[in-house]
């Protein structure tokens, strides 16, 4: 199994940046593909960017040019930056990790754009 822990959500006035983190319970070199998707309330959860081990990444055209993934193998993080945020974009953030073709979530991380 593996734990994956969110942080670095908060309150942003549109414009601003955060970066969130997602720490997974094992050396993140194992986890294969890692991921962060979004979910508003009332709303279906929607992908918003991936990266596999190799470190290729991947991102939903409503975020390519704002936020960029990456994972860092010495910090055992993957991180989120998110940049030019905008109120649309408030919303619960989740960590996804691929471990033995199993999928495990995060609890989430709230990010709140508004002035």
């Known amino acids: 199994q593996v734990q994956l822990v969110e942080s670095g959500g908060g309150l942003v006035q549109p414009g601003g940046s955060l970066r969130l983190s997602c720490t997974p319970s094992?050396?993140?070199?194992?986890?294969?593909?890692m991921a962060w998707y979004r979910q508003i309330p009332g709303k279906q959860r929607e992908w918003v960017a991936s990266v596999v081990s190799g470190g290729a990444t991947n991102y939903a055209d409503f975020v390519r040019g704002r936020f960029t993934i990456r994972r860092d193998n010495a910090d055992n993080k993957m991180y989120l930056q998110m940049n030019n945020l905008a109120p649309e974009d408030s919303a619960v953030y989740y960590c996804k990790g691929t471990y033995r073709l199993q999928n495990y979530w995060g609890q989430g991380t709230q990010v709140t754009v508004s002035s």
């Open positions: 094992r050396d993140i070199a194992v986890i294969n593909g």
